[in-house]
T-cell receptor
């Protein structure tokens, strides 16, 4: 059964702007992970945030987690054309297997 | 990029053929996974393994089978391919069930 669900499904912005993607989930989790997928490639892990953490940074990425609302957001600051990709959240819980959402397709226009 | 390799990268075959998709990792990970992903869609877990001689079916029913005879190798086999099997197949591995996954670049399968 699907756990994480990203919003929006697609996002188009100009280079230099910030991009924000959201992920909602349904059951309790141990951690939430964000991945990037370039067209026709495998997924690349970006960041993992544990259920007892509220915010995490990695370079231009900022992830927040609100367990009371069962939601997370991924912010990419000062976006670049190379950030064009699909972004997936994945939740890990008691089932032990990660469950992926449908992803947000981000297009950064030069 | 991750040290996990999938071959072939692209495969076009006719209906009824038997195929094996290869997946190997050099990280010594016990946990390995196969996902199926249609273009622009979410990933569906079809098989996973937590170690040698251990394989389980995933959340999405699949007619494929897997084996795990060696830690580094997790091949997926379709005995008789059908057009409905056309999809991208992604292999992944992880150190533990809560660790980040390392993905291969996938095999894009087309069955005519």
């Amino acid at each position: 059964s699907q756990q994480g669900e990203e919003d929006p499904q697609a996002l188009s912005i100009q280079e230099g702007e910030n991009a924000t993607m959201n992920c909602s989930y349904k059951t309790s989790i141990n951690n939430l992970q964000w991945y990037r997928q370039n067209s026709g490639r495998g997924l690349v892990h970006l960041i993992l945030i544990r259920s007892n953490e509220r915010e995490k940074h990695s370079g231009r990425l900022r992830v927040t987690l609100d367990t009371s609302k069962k939601s997370s957001s991924l912010l990419i600051t000062a976006s670049r054309a190379a950030d064009t990709a699909s972004y997936f959240c994945a939740t890990g819980g008691g089932s032990e297997k990660l469950v992926f959402g449908k992803g947000t397709k981000l297009t950064v226009n030069p | 990029e991750a040290d996990i390799y999938q071959t072939p990268r692209y495969l076009v075959i006719g209906t009824g053929k038997k195929i094996t998709l290869e997946c190997s990792q050099t990280m010594g990970h016990d946990k390995m996974y196969w996902y199926q992903q249609d273009p622009g869609m979410e990933l569906h877990l079809i098989h996973y393994s937590y170690g040698v001689n251990s394989t389980e079916k995933g959340d999405l029913s699949s007619e494929s089978t897997v084996s795990r005879i060696r830690t580094e190798h997790f091949p997926l086999t379709l005995e008789s391919a059908r057009p409905s099997h056309t999809s991208q197949y992604l292999c992944a591995s992880s150190e533990s069930t809560q660790s980040p996954l390392h993905f291969g670049n996938g095999t894009r399968l087309t069955v005519t």
